[in-house]
Each structure stands twice: as C-alpha cells, then as structure tokens.
C-alpha cells in the first residue's frame, strides 16, 4: 500500500520536474497572434498536491531507447537482478513492465552522494499518468496522476521556403510538424510546395499548473497548394477513431505506406536474386530495409498475430493476417516487443519489434513480406486498399463537427489577419 507521505512527495515531484522531462520542448514559444486558444476542454482528474523541496535528491533524465528494458535502463545504477525481478512481480496488477515504450521520458531519484543508490525510478506513461516504481527497504510500485487542462489551439501561415521551415516560423513543435506531414504526405508531395502556399492544423495542447506540457493529436490539417485544397478531418465513431475528409471519405489507407520511419531500401522484391549468404539466384519475395540496429518496426495494418517466434533462416519473426486475405511478415529483428506473440491484436502503427540482423543476415535490417492470399506482392507499388468511410448513420453528426472545425480554423485565420 502506498503512505500518504510518498504519495505528496511524487506527485510534487512530478509536477516539479515535467517541463525538465523534455516534454515541453514539444512546442516552441509562441507570439500572442499566432496561439490562440479555440475551445477549453473537460479538465481531468485532479489530486490535492502540497510542495516539498527535492535539493537533496538527484534526479537523472532521459528517454527510453529503442529496446531499452527497467533491467538495462538501471544496470548502470547498480540495481541487481534480485531487485528488478521483485519489483516486476511487485508491479503485477497496477502496470506491465512490458508496456515501457521507446521514447517515452522517464527519471531516476537518487541520493546525490550514493550513485548506487537509486531511491525511484518514474516512467511517464501519458503525459498525465505516472508509474512510480520506489526501491530501497519497502520498495512498491503504484500509479499517480497530475492534473493537466486541455486547450485546442491552431496555427497556420504561408509556405515562405519549405513547409518545415514554415511551420517553425509559426511556432510549430518538431512533433507538430513530423504529425503532420504524416497526416498529409500521402495525399501531397510535400518537397514540392510552392511560395504563398498555406497550411492550417487544429490540434489538441496540454497544460499543467507551470505550463505547457505536450500536444495532443491533430484534430484538423489543411494545405492549399496551387489553388487545390487538401484538407484531413478527425472523427470517432463505433470505437474507431480517423480522419477523413469533407465528404466523409476515409483520409488514410488501410495500411501503412512503409513499417519503418527511416530506411532505406537496399534489396527490392525480385523474382530472380544472388542470396547474400548462399550465392544461389532464386527469387526474394520481400523488400529488404536498411536502419540502424533497435530501429522500432511498425505493424503495417491492423491484424493478428500469426506467428512470433524464432527460426535459424529468419531469425526473431512475426507473421500477422490482416483482413480481406491480406498478410504481412518482418523477418530479422534483433527482438519481438512485449505483449507480441501468437493470437495477440495488433493496430496499425504498433511498435511490434526492432531492427536487428538475427538469423541467415549479413546485416542490420528488415526483411518485410506482404501478400494477399498467399501469393507475394511488391509493396512497393501495391495498391492498398482504402479504409472505410464514415457510417451513414453517423454522416449528419460527421457534417456538424467537420464544420465546427472549418468555423475555428477559419475564425482564428480572420482574427490573425486583422491582428497583423
């Protein structure tokens, strides 16, 4: 159980030391003509919190890498196996261990004059959900949450160079930007845009007592560029949750366009090929992706889990079914992440595993294989399939909130203009 008095001090602890998290660097400063708040939404949960100082802790910063574990994230704090294993098993119940993700920020209390002596280790889930795991002679995990506000703000501007640039000028948050150009890339070349072209993006931002904490999802993106408008609405409904645009239209494919962020293709699908390691020609029904060791690999649509294991060709593998006959493999990975594993649901988007060169590999990279109906196809030039367009039954509630955001960004560029 957790005394009251440890749960004052993390709570205070985590409101002291969320903007030094790096979770406010997500977005930059900004004028007061170029922020404007669009709607004040439902305020979350709060908890009484009363201030303690921390001067004499030290507190160690950083972000989860890709593969990282708790057990390799404190090795170097001299924190035994003894003790990761009792705190994993202290863990069951309130959080999976598996569940820690890459890029999640994370910190590690400690006495300043004992380095070895690590007093908590707290692993930031949400941006409002903490998981505090606490060592020393009553050590425990539990759960805290701190009060944060949400706010929709908007920016939108000209392209003057490049829309990355651009949207910089404007206040833009590396993740803003990065979220997107994933949202619209698909629909327009982004390399290719033009002087007084115009981006507008709606999107969600949340606040604690000291400030900014991180933004949300993007709830509308439009770009006008040679006089076309490309325009991505977000909607819910039946437990789903996309974009799409004005007339309803799903915005996205059914799958992703590739299942890393960065690669480079160094081996296309081919019918003929000398095998790296056998020097026999014989086909290579795959794409073959080059990326640095512990690259996260992404489920390329949602689906279920075939196959997760290890064989002496391909290595650590996952093969998952998609619907209509479609399926994926990822051959080669250097691990399978936690809660992957046969007859397990997987999202599109979900990080399954990371880039590694296990199995009959020369080297770091993935081997990824598509198919539909068991015959392979080049996903490189496949067709994907569209998702499902918005439920007729839900087309007028649909039109309402798709205006609603047309009003607010609208507005907001008409009270830009008149500031400037």
Same mark, same amino acid.
């Given at each position: 159980?957790?005394?009251?008095?440890?749960?004052?001090?993390?709570?205070?602890?985590?409101?002291?030391?969320?903007?030094?998290?790096?979770?406010?660097?997500?977005?930059?400063?900004?004028?007061?003509?170029?922020?404007?708040?669009?709607?004040?939404?439902?305020?979350?949960?709060?908890?009484?919190?009363?201030?303690?100082?921390?001067?004499?802790?030290?507190?160690?910063?950083?972000?989860?890498?890709? *593969?990282?574990?708790? +057990? /390799?994230?404190?090795?170097?704090?001299?924190?035994?196996? =003894? &003790?990761?294993?009792? !705190?994993? #098993?202290?863990?069951?119940?309130?959080?999976?261990?598996?569940?820690?993700?890459?890029?999640?920020?994370?910190?590690?209390?400690?006495?300043?004059?004992?380095?070895?002596?690590?007093?908590?280790?707290?692993?930031?889930?949400?941006?409002?959900?903490?998981?505090?795991?606490?060592?020393?002679?009553?050590?425990?995990?539990?759960?805290?949450?701190?009060?944060?506000?949400?706010?929709?703000?908007?920016?939108? *501007?000209?392209?003057? +160079? /490049?829309?990355?640039?651009?949207?910089?000028?404007?206040? =833009? &948050?590396?993740?803003? !930007?990065? #979220?997107?150009?994933?949202?619209?890339?698909?629909?327009?070349?982004?390399?290719?845009?033009?002087?007084?072209?115009?981006?507008?993006?709606?999107?969600?931002?949340?606040?604690?007592?000291?400030?900014?904490?991180?933004?949300?999802?993007?709830?509308?993106?439009?770009?006008?560029?040679?006089?076309?408008?490309?325009?991505?609405?977000?909607?819910?409904?039946?437990?789903?949750?996309?974009?799409?645009?004005?007339?309803?239209?799903?915005?996205?494919?059914?799958?992703?366009?590739?299942?890393?962020?960065?690669?480079?293709?160094?081996?296309?699908?081919?019918?003929?090929?000398?095998?790296?390691?056998?020097?026999?020609?014989?086909?290579?029904?795959?794409?073959?992706?080059?990326?640095?060791?512990?690259?996260?690999?992404?489920?390329?649509?949602?689906?279920?889990?075939?196959?997760?294991?290890?064989?002496?060709?391909?290595?650590?593998?996952?093969?998952?079914?998609?619907?209509?006959?479609?399926?994926?493999?990822?051959?080669?990975?250097?691990?399978?992440?936690?809660?992957?594993?046969?007859?397990?649901?997987?999202?599109?988007?979900?990080?399954?595993?990371?880039?590694?060169?296990?199995?009959?590999?020369?080297?770091?990279?993935?081997?990824?294989?598509?198919?539909?109906?068991?015959?392979?196809?080049?996903?490189?030039?496949?067709?994907?399939?569209?998702?499902?367009?918005?439920?007729?039954?839900?087309?007028?509630?649909?039109?309402?909130?798709?205006?609603?955001?047309?009003?607010?960004?609208?507005?907001?560029?008409?009270?830009?203009?008149?500031?400037?």
């Amino acid at each position: 159980m957790l005394k009251k008095g440890l749960a004052v001090f993390v709570l205070v602890f985590i409101l002291e030391i969320s903007v030094q998290l790096g979770t406010a660097s997500l977005l930059a400063d900004r004028s007061d003509t170029a922020k404007k708040p669009v709607e004040k939404a439902t305020e979350l949960p709060s908890t009484p919190i009363k201030r303690i100082s921390l001067d004499k802790y030290q507190v160690d910063k950083g972000i989860v890498n890709a *593969g990282q574990t708790l +057990s /390799t994230i404190l090795k170097p704090y001299g924190v035994t196996k =003894a &003790s990761i294993r009792r !705190i994993c #098993k202290m863990a069951e119940g309130v959080f999976d261990i598996r569940g820690i993700k890459t890029g999640r920020p994370y910190s590690v209390v400690r006495n300043p004059e004992q380095r070895l002596a690590v007093k908590y280790f707290i692993y930031e889930n949400t941006p409002e959900e903490f998981i505090v795991f606490e060592f020393g002679k009553s050590p425990g995990v539990f759960m805290e949450q701190r009060t944060m506000e949400k706010e929709n703000q908007q920016i939108s *501007g000209m392209v003057s +160079s /490049t829309l990355w640039e651009s949207m910089k000028d404007q206040g =833009a &948050s590396t993740d803003l !930007i990065l #979220k997107f150009e994933e949202l619209l890339g698909l629909k327009v070349s982004l390399n290719e845009l033009k002087p007084k072209d115009f981006f507008e993006v709606l999107f969600e931002e949340y606040k604690d007592e000291n400030g900014l904490v991180r933004i949300g999802k993007i709830l509308s993106a439009r770009l006008t560029s040679g006089g076309k408008q490309i325009a991505a609405y977000q909607y819910s409904h039946h437990g789903v949750t996309g974009y799409y645009d004005k007339e309803g239209n799903n915005f996205n494919t059914s799958f992703l366009s590739s299942p890393l962020k960065y690669n480079r293709v160094t081996s296309g699908f081919s019918s003929k090929r000398k095998h790296p390691i056998t020097k026999k020609i014989q086909s290579h029904p795959a794409i073959d992706y080059s990326a640095p060791a512990g690259t996260p690999v992404m489920n390329v649509g949602d689906g279920i889990v075939e196959e997760a294991g290890y064989s002496a060709t391909a290595g650590n593998y996952i093969k998952i079914n998609h619907p209509d006959s479609f399926a994926s493999q990822y051959l080669h990975l250097r691990s399978i992440a936690g809660g992957v594993k046969t007859g397990s649901k997987v999202l599109k988007g979900d990080i399954i595993g990371f880039v590694g060169s296990t199995g009959a590999a020369t080297g770091q990279h993935l081997d990824f294989r598509f198919s539909k109906n068991g015959r392979p196809m080049n996903y490189l030039n496949v067709e994907l399939p569209e998702s499902q367009p918005v439920d007729k039954a839900c087309k007028d509630d649909f039109d309402e909130n798709v205006q609603l955001m047309i009003t607010q960004l609208e507005g907001n560029n008409s009270q830009a203009a008149d500031a400037s």
